[in-house]
């Protein structure tokens, strides 16, 4: 046989009819490599974009709908904060388990399960009971992240990997987009429209997890790993890479004040505002992933060549803007007026949240770097909900409703802080020519 190939083994166990390769082709290297990204963007992408009307419902309208339709107080629905927190605080735990395993399983199945929890939302009619679905559905899928983030590293081509994510994130925000508004229409007719269409986004999501199935995936026993990572590792690195944690302290003060925006502004659009469904809808979710759909492609090729640290950097000073226009124009206008400025630079701000850790991490070590990267994202998001929530309450001095917009200064001054030590970072980064994931593809991952 002429050129002959290594034995490899692609997919998990046991074999999947469509997803597992016993052994390489005997065509080029290259023409193998080509195969293997088509076919996982192919699946990545369906993936992706059939889950999107559920990750819009229970990640972003989910605490609208607590207060509006279910009369949650701003106490309990804040708790739907904590779900994505909670989730990320295990990704350190998920990286030592995915160390010498399928990853594939590690997503596909708390995946599938956390759709399924979405089903009794039917029957739902209290606040606490519907607060506790939508925790339980989003922690049930924080080993996603870390499975996903190895099998992007290992299918995607360097070159090309902001490109790709820019077009898979573009779909998968396109359909969250169009499914935010045709929501927002829907519970603006019937305030319980919720009951069925979170059950229905969990019929999408089941489909979208037999999609993940067919991603395929390399042998774990090819990986370099000597050992499994151990859960010290998670402060090794951190002391052995003082790049990577500058990095992390920057991304720590700007999710830090992210977070807290975010658990927010769904309260203060509902109490203080007191907008419609459709109005809500719009600023929480078609704006903020219908303008991306526009971006992501455009940011992942300038990501791709160029220092992602400094554009990082950028994109957290434009975001700042967006509270700041919040407490300076108290109306809807100031709130659409920030959340298109988010939507314009969401797209680049995710991709480098995603792909920002291969600047720092070998192959072999991606999922721990993002197991530190995703655990760090819970510990803060912990803490802030909470935090923004009781100085909100006590700014009131007394009112009924709590001051939102004085903590939305605050978190603009906090972004704008982790913006200008994002920028820094980016030039330390350069002078030891890290900075773009291109220039390490030339030399070879």
Same mark, same amino acid.
Request: hydrophobic share 50%.
């Given at each position: 046989?002429?050129?002959?190939?290594?034995?490899?083994?692609?997919?998990?166990?046991?074999?999947?009819?469509?997803?597992?390769?016993?052994?390489?082709?005997?065509?080029?290297?290259?023409?193998?490599?080509?195969?293997?990204?088509?076919?996982?963007?192919?699946?990545?992408?369906?993936?992706?974009?059939?889950?999107?009307?559920?990750?819009?419902?229970?990640?972003?309208?989910?605490?609208?709908?607590?207060?509006?339709?279910?009369?949650?107080?701003?106490?309990?629905?804040?708790?739907?904060?904590?779900?994505?927190?909670?989730?990320?605080?295990?990704?350190?735990?998920?990286?030592?388990?995915?160390?010498?395993?399928?990853?594939?399983?590690?997503?596909?199945?708390?995946?599938?399960?956390?759709?399924?929890?979405?089903?009794?939302?039917?029957?739902?009619?209290?606040?606490?009971?519907?607060?506790?679905?939508?925790?339980?559905?989003?922690?049930?899928?924080?080993?996603?992240?870390?499975?996903?983030?190895?099998?992007?590293?290992?299918?995607?081509?360097?070159?090309?990997?902001?490109?790709?994510?820019?077009?898979?994130?573009?779909?998968?925000?396109?359909?969250?987009?169009?499914?935010?508004?045709?929501?927002?229409?829907?519970?603006?007719?019937?305030?319980?429209?919720?009951?069925?269409?979170?059950?229905?986004?969990?019929?999408?999501?089941?489909?979208?997890?037999?999609?993940?199935?067919?991603?395929?995936?390399?042998?774990?026993?090819?990986?370099?790993?000597?050992?499994?990572?151990?859960?010290?590792?998670?402060?090794?690195?951190?002391?052995?890479?003082?790049?990577?944690?500058?990095? /992390?302290?920057?991304?720590?003060?700007? #999710?830090?004040?992210?977070? *807290?925006? %975010?658990?927010?502004?769904?309260? =203060? &659009? @509902?109490?203080?505002?007191?907008?419609?469904?459709?109005?809500?809808?719009?600023?929480?979710?078609?704006?903020?992933?219908?303008?991306?759909?526009?971006?992501?492609?455009?940011?992942?090729?300038?990501?791709?060549?160029?220092?992602?640290?400094?554009?990082?950097?950028?994109?957290?000073?434009?975001?700042?803007?967006?509270?700041?226009?919040?407490?300076?124009?108290?109306?809807?206008?100031?709130?659409?007026?920030?959340?298109?400025?988010?939507?314009?630079?969401?797209?680049?701000?995710?991709?480098?949240?995603?792909?920002?850790?291969?600047?720092?991490?070998?192959?072999?070590?991606?999922?721990?770097?993002?197991?530190?990267? /995703?655990?760090?994202?819970?510990?803060? #998001?912990?803490?802030?909900? *909470?935090? %923004?929530?009781?100085?909100?309450? =006590? &700014? @009131?001095?007394?009112?009924?409703?709590?001051?939102?917009?004085?903590?939305?200064?605050?978190?603009?001054?906090?972004?704008?802080?982790?913006?200008?030590?994002?920028?820094?970072?980016?030039?330390?980064?350069?002078?030891?020519?890290?900075?773009?994931?291109?220039?390490?593809?030339?030399?070879?991952?």
């Amino acid at each position: 046989m002429d050129n002959p190939q290594p034995r490899i083994v692609w997919g998990s166990t046991p074999p999947r009819r469509g997803s597992t390769l016993r052994s390489a082709p005997r065509d080029s290297p290259r023409d193998f490599e080509l195969s293997l990204h088509r076919k996982t963007f192919r699946h990545h992408s369906a993936y992706m974009a059939l889950r999107g009307p559920a990750i819009a419902l229970s990640t972003q309208l989910s605490s609208f709908v607590a207060i509006k339709s279910l009369g949650a107080t701003e106490n309990e629905a804040i708790w739907i904060a904590y779900a994505l927190p909670l989730g990320n605080l295990f990704a350190i735990f998920w990286s030592r388990a995915l160390a010498r395993r399928h990853r594939i399983p590690f997503a596909f199945w708390p995946d599938l399960i956390g759709f399924i929890a979405l089903l009794p939302i039917a029957f739902v009619t209290t606040p606490w009971a519907f607060i506790g679905i939508m925790i339980a559905t989003v922690v049930l899928r924080s080993s996603t992240v870390v499975a996903l983030s190895g099998i992007i590293r290992d299918n995607y081509p360097a070159e090309q990997r902001g490109r790709i994510m820019g077009k898979i994130q573009a779909s998968s925000l396109g359909v969250m987009a169009l499914s935010g508004l045709l929501f927002g229409w829907m519970m603006e007719q019937d305030a319980a429209a919720y009951r069925y269409l979170f059950p229905l986004s969990a019929v999408l999501g089941i489909l979208a997890v037999w999609q993940l199935r067919r991603i395929p995936e390399e042998d774990p026993s090819k990986r370099a790993f000597a050992r499994p990572p151990s859960l010290w590792d998670f402060f090794r690195v951190l002391k052995r890479d003082p790049d990577f944690f500058r990095y /992390q302290v920057s991304f720590f003060l700007f #999710g830090f004040a992210a977070l *807290m925006y %975010g658990a927010l502004l769904p309260l =203060y &659009l @509902a109490q203080d505002l007191d907008v419609s469904y459709q109005q809500g809808a719009m600023a929480l979710v078609v704006i903020v992933s219908g303008l991306p759909v526009l971006t992501s492609y455009i940011w992942g090729r300038i990501l791709d060549r160029y220092n992602m640290l400094l554009m990082r950097g950028l994109f957290n000073l434009l975001y700042a803007v967006s509270p700041l226009l919040i407490f300076l124009i108290p109306t809807i206008v100031g709130v659409m007026a920030g959340q298109v400025l988010v939507g314009l630079i969401q797209a680049g701000s995710s991709l480098v949240w995603n792909l920002g850790i291969n600047l720092f991490a070998r192959k072999e070590e991606v999922p721990l770097y993002m197991g530190i990267h /995703q655990t760090l994202t819970g510990i803060r #998001g912990i803490f802030s909900p *909470m935090l %923004g929530l009781w100085m909100a309450q =006590y &700014l @009131a001095f007394g009112g009924a409703i709590p001051n939102y917009r004085a903590v939305f200064l605050l978190c603009a001054v906090v972004m704008a802080i982790a913006g200008f030590f994002m920028i820094w970072e980016s030039r330390v980064m350069v002078r030891k020519g890290r900075a773009t994931i291109f220039r390490m593809a030339e030399k070879g991952e």
